[in-house]
Each structure stands twice: as C-alpha cells, then as structure tokens.
C-alpha cells in the first residue's frame, strides 16, 4: 500500500469513526438524561422500572460498545503502518492520531463511571418515592 492510499485510509476512518462515536455519545447522552430527570424529552414522567430498564439495557450497552468501538479503532490506527513500509514520519502521524479514540475511550470508560454514579442514586431516590411515576418530579433534589 502506497502512502497515498494510506493517507486516504487514515482520512476517511478517522471521518467515519468520529461521526460513529459522535452519534454514539449523543445517544447515550440523552439516555441518561432521561434517566436521571425521570422524564422523556416531550416531559412524560417514567416510571422508576422503566428508568431502570432504560438504564440497564440501554445506557450500559451503549456506553460499554461506545468504549469498545474507540479502543478498537485506536488499536486499527496503531496498526496501520505495519500495512507499508514508509518512514517513521507515517508511523508519527498514525500514532498521534490514535491519540483521540483513545482519548475517546478513556472519556467514554471514566467519565462513565461517575454518571453511572449519578444515574444510580437517581434511580435510588426514585425507588424511594412514593409511588411509581410520582418520584420522577423530585428525583433532582
């Protein structure tokens, strides 16, 4: 593989796993503010199980694949020299731009850790409340 077509590769992967990763961190983003405020984004309260189901099958799912998919595509940047036999300088710049999905990863994997956080004693607050559903207004204070 020439370092045109190498380039080219390393251009476009970055392009498409950056948007991937964007719309990935948008989505779990939204899930857990649905969680943590108690309300869809039209206002509808949710009731504590359906909280807990969201965050069990939707949040970790989604968080645990977005820290998989940027560890993945910075182990592919890391490999991608190997793929010719250009100078250090290919090798350079391959390295450094795996510094972003792992980056990503890193972001995904501990800033996760302290919204699990968040959204567990979210949901605690709501199994604590009254009945299902009218926890949700209180479940910020």
């Known amino acids: 593989m020439d370092s045109l ?3 080219l590769v390393l251009v476009a992967s970055v392009w498409a796993a ?7 961190y948008t989505a779990v983003n939204a899930t857990r503010d649905r969680i943590v405020t108690g ?5 509808i309260p949710l009731s504590p199980a359906h909280r807990r189901a969201m965050y069990r099958n939707d949040w970790v799912p989604l968080k645990a694949a977005l820290s998989a998919v940027s560890l ?3 182990g592919f940047l890391i490999f991608l020299p190997t793929l010719t036999h250009e100078g ?4 350079v710049v391959c390295y450094v731009a795996a510094l972003l ?6 972001g995904f994997f ?4 302290s919204d699990r956080r968040l ?3 979210a949901l605690a607050r709501s199994d604590a409340d009254e009945p299902a559903g009218r926890g949700a207004d209180r479940s910020l204070d």
Do not use: K, Y
């Open 5 to 7: 077509q190498l380039s």
């Open 18 to 24: 950056m948007n991937t990763l964007i719309a990935g």
């Open 39 to 43: 309300r869809t984004d039209e206002g």
């Open 72 to 74: 993945a595509f910075a």
């Open 88 to 91: 250090p300088a290919l090798r």
């Open 101 to 106: 999905p792992l980056g990503g990863f890193l």
């Open 110 to 113: 501990v800033l996760g850790l």
């Open 119 to 121: 959204m567990l004693d």
